[in-house]
């Protein structure tokens, strides 16, 4: 049953009465395929209540409610099943799914045994069910999920969700050139099997050919406008081709077949990974008006407003979704922790700030480059350089440090008295970028700060070459260029070269006519002259 976007509120309203009249559970599962959830959820419980006794539709209200992320519903539905019809293996395959996806093994094992005894291992279904749970759980069992779907494929050849299945067994081995042979097995059985083009385009996808794999969508949404899942996906591949524009236009024909709350949930969830957070708060604000109960929206809410520069909301949203995941027992991501370390640091909590951000290093390092920074930053602004050298320390030993890295740990291996590790750090971003004028600059005041008597003239190479690349806009590079002038005045007042001397302390009067060392270099220019004398001598 195709619906136009703009009769769905329609469709809506007439569901329930229309699957009183003839609906079947196929269409039902239709729905499910087409990530339709919640009308699937009404046209299951509109079943159910017209064949209260017919185990198969509580399995298939089971798998809607598992689909739909609603583990403890499924759990329910799946044994409901059990209780009305005890000889119904379905049901059993499906609360052992349950059980197997929470780590639950040994009573998953009993329930799969009881499907294959119930169905004498003769029913390609319940083989194929059991074998789906092994090849999607957290906790995978490729090799019995493939003999489970090689017996399945001896009952029934020509069953093309037992050949996808087993297309997707392959995958999870990265055994890409399998996969294909099953999935277009399936589509040689079935020419129009959206689901079967869905998986080869997720493959293609996945290994980057992205022409290939929008082809498949194509041929999917070619096949059934209405399936909606292959929108999806063509947004997820060309987001991954960088392709923003076009995803979004993508996602957009998705939630026109699709406009239910959770279909939407999706949408900013892609906005968020899109970049476009102005646009995710925009969506989510808009979800918010009829539908707060989502804890997921908090945390994307969260993050968005974060990038979006708006800490002080961001920190109010991060904490809502931390108090509604522990009611709601929604997993805690690493990331959770990290953006909240990062918003408590934008609103002045730096001691709270760093607690989060270690407990999201704790659980996960992947993102551990950004926090190292965030952490060493945070230390170096309130004046603990100890720490700061530490972090950025850290920082600059993982892959692709940037330049803002090395100038964090040079600063606070400077103010640390480190002055060698500092320098090391600043002659880093000299070899990179070999024009940038503040790696001189800064080798220079370490080199100065290692000759303290400033006799060997350490700084005075550093401060020409930050001369050379600074001069060129001595408005921008003022403070920097008149303490290199002063260094090298005093500097060649010190081997009593008074020539090069008085150039230099001329180029500090150019910028700062009010200059003390300058002045006072002029004032005892007379002085420095006579044998014996140098400056700062009366």
Same mark, same amino acid.
């Given at each position: ?42 046209? %299951?419980?509109?079943? *159910? ?57 040994? =009573?998953?094992? /009993? ?8 169905? $004498? ?17 957290? @906790? ?19 069953? @093309? ?6 297309? #997707? ?31 080869? !385009? ?8 992205? /022409? ?48 239910? +709350? ?23 604000? @808009?979800? %918010?008006?009829?539908? +707060? ?19 002080? #909301? ?43 951000? $270690? ?13 190292? @920074?965030?952490?060493?930053? *945070? ?43 500092? =320098? ?42 930050? *001369? ?17 002038? =002063? ?12 020539? &090069? ?10 910028? =700062? ?9 002029? &004032? ?7 044998? !014996? &004398?140098?400056? !700062?001598?009366?």
């Amino acid at each position: 049953m195709s619906i136009h976007p703009k009769h769905m509120l329609l469709a809506c309203s007439i569901f329930l009465s229309a699957f009183s009249f003839g609906q079947t559970m196929e269409k039902a599962i239709q729905l499910t395929k087409n990530e339709e959830f919640d009308l699937a959820d009404k046209a %299951f419980k509109s079943l *159910i209540n017209a064949q209260p006794s017919n185990g198969a539709l509580y399995f298939y209200e089971g798998e809607n409610f598992f689909e739909w992320g609603k583990m403890d519903s499924a759990q329910a539905a799946y044994q409901k099943g059990i209780t009305i019809n005890a000889t119904n293996a379905l049901n059993y395959t499906g609360l052992g799914k349950v059980q197997w996806y929470n780590g639950n093994s040994k =009573d998953a094992l /009993d329930n799969f045994y009881k499907a294959k005894v119930i169905s $004498k291992s003769k029913d390609a279904v319940v083989l194929d069910k059991i074998a789906e749970a092994y090849i999607n759980a957290p @906790t995978k069992d490729i090799r019995t999920a493939i003999d489970l779907l090689n017996q399945a494929t001896v009952i029934d050849p020509k069953n @093309t969700d037992v050949l996808i299945d087993m297309g #997707d067994a392959y995958l999870s081995q990265n055994d890409g050139s399998s996969a294909v042979s099953y999935y277009e097995k399936a589509t040689s059985i079935n020419s129009v099997n959206v689901v079967a083009m869905l998986r080869l !385009g997720q493959l293609y996808g996945r290994a980057r050919n992205y /022409d290939l794999s929008f082809q498949y969508f194509q041929r999917a949404t070619i096949a059934d406008s209405n399936f909606a899942p292959a929108y999806r996906a063509k947004a997820e591949m060309l987001y991954s081709a960088n392709r923003i524009d076009e995803a979004i236009g993508q996602y957009k024909k998705y939630l026109q077949l699709n406009n239910a +709350t959770d279909a939407r949930i999706r949408y900013a969830s892609f906005l968020y990974l899109a970049k476009k957070y102005p646009d995710a708060i925009k969506e989510i604000q @808009t979800i %918010f008006q009829k539908d +707060t109960s989502s804890t997921i929206l908090y945390r994307i809410m969260g993050y968005s407003l974060y990038e979006a520069g708006k800490y002080k #909301d961001g920190l109010d949203y991060i904490n809502k979704f931390f108090a509604k995941a522990a009611i709601t027992k929604t997993k805690v991501l690493p990331s959770d922790y990290a953006y909240q370390g990062k918003l408590l640091s934008k609103n002045g909590k730096d001691s709270l700030a760093i607690e989060k951000m $270690k407990q999201a290093l704790v659980r996960d390092s992947s993102d551990a480059a950004d926090l190292y @920074t965030q952490i060493a930053n *945070i230390y170096y602004k309130n004046g603990n350089y100890p720490l700061a050298v530490k972090y950025f320390s850290m920082r600059v030993k993982l892959p692709q440090p940037t330049v803002n890295d090395y100038n964090g740990l040079g600063r606070a291996a400077y103010s640390n008295r480190q002055y060698q590790k500092a =320098d090391s750090a600043f002659a880093i971003i000299t070899k990179y970028m070999a024009d940038l004028p503040l790696g001189y600059l800064w080798r220079a005041y370490c080199n100065s700060s290692i000759d303290s008597m400033g006799t060997q003239g350490l700084a005075k190479p550093f401060y020409e070459q930050y *001369i050379q690349k600074a001069a060129k806009d001595s408005l921008k590079n003022k403070d920097g260029l008149i303490n290199a002038y =002063d260094y090298l005045g005093y500097y060649y007042v010190t081997i009593k070269d008074f020539d &090069k001397a008085t150039y230099y302390y001329k180029k500090t009067m150019e910028l =700062d006519p009010n200059d003390t060392k300058a002045a006072s270099f002029f &004032k005892n220019l007379k002085a420095l002259k006579q044998p !014996g &004398k140098k400056e !700062g001598d009366k």
